[in-house]
């Protein structure tokens, strides 16, 4: 006798969840996916996962369901939108929260849920999408102890380490401190390799060298060839959404009344890079901030060159 596999839903089947639902296919897992867009659903059927044509189609059969999701607006929706889950989850269905969002909100629709008989499970992923790929994410899970345990296999399925960090929330506490380190350790890189640069050392050979030295990090491994070629277009996140992050990292420093004096000249550099209009590419971009600041700039009144 063949057990049937465990059908998990995926909601959101962007840079995170589409390839998050290719490791669950791969482990063995059965997967109806929804998303907005055709195209990611469409993808997801080559992959071999189930496509589903709502947020509650994607939870028909499944005993647990990921979201994975860009904004406060999308999260609304998948929940109390027209055959969303609040209208099609079963009873005892875990959601496993996975986006980077208010926690303000993430406990508001915990509580409608509930009501609803679901447990959500806040559970915000550490990582870029080249790394969700390569399945070498920490994920941050929080909430009923029981309800983590259980889905400890579909976690295991699509990360490297899984930490049971507390309360309902700390999850999202936790991903806020992980991307201050990210803000802050990608800022630094991209100063150390302008630096490189600027010394007249080769870039390509600052990087293999640094990156195998005591200064390393990973995001000098990870954004740093992206400061090299100078291309910033294919974005592990888009620089818009990664303003996200930093608002609410800013947001948790004031409420607890924490000094983030290198976080906030780091913030500063994005807030640069959004001015110069590079919405769409990968914070790596900074560079690009840095090295337009150490150009000499003409005098006023001086003839163009």
Do not use: W
């Amino acid at each position: 006798m063949t057990t049937a596999p465990v059908t998990v839903g995926v909601v959101g089947l962007g840079n995170m969840g589409l390839p998050m639902a290719g490791h669950l296919l791969a482990a063995g897992f059965r997967v109806r996916g929804y998303d907005v867009r055709e195209e990611a659903v469409a993808a997801l059927g080559q992959a071999g996962g189930v496509p589903a044509a709502s947020p509650g189609g994607a939870a028909a059969g499944a005993a647990i369901v990921i979201t994975s999701l860009p904004s406060v607006a999308a999260l609304n929706e998948v929940v109390s939108g027209q055959d969303g889950l609040l209208s099609a989850a079963p009873d005892g269905l875990i959601v496993i929260e996975t986006s980077t969002l208010p926690l303000t909100v993430k406990d508001e629709v915990a509580q409608l849920l509930g009501q609803a008989g679901v447990v959500v499970l806040d559970c915000p992923l550490s990582g870029t999408a080249s790394q969700m790929h390569a399945r070498d994410i920490a994920v941050y899970a929080s909430g009923d102890p029981d309800a983590i345990e259980h889905s400890h296999d579909v976690l295991a399925a699509f990360s490297r380490v899984q930490y049971q960090v507390g309360a309902f929330g700390n999850g999202m506490r936790m991903k806020l401190i992980a991307n201050h380190l990210v803000t802050v350790h990608h800022t630094a890189a991209a100063e150390a390799l302008l630096l490189a640069q600027r010394a007249g050392l080769d870039p390509a050979l600052a990087l293999r060298a640094l990156s195998d030295g005591a200064g390393s990090s990973r995001m000098l491994e990870v954004r740093g060839p992206m400061m090299i070629a100078g291309d910033f277009s294919q974005a592990n996140m888009r620089l818009e959404y990664y303003q996200k992050d930093i608002d609410l990292i800013s947001d948790l420093g004031r409420t607890v009344r924490c000094p983030l004096p290198l976080f906030t000249a780091s913030a500063q550099l994005h807030l640069a890079a959004l001015a110069q209009g590079r919405l769409d590419e990968d914070p790596a971009c900074v560079f690009a901030v840095l090295e337009g600041m150490s150009r000499p700039q003409a005098a006023p009144g001086s003839p163009a060159r």
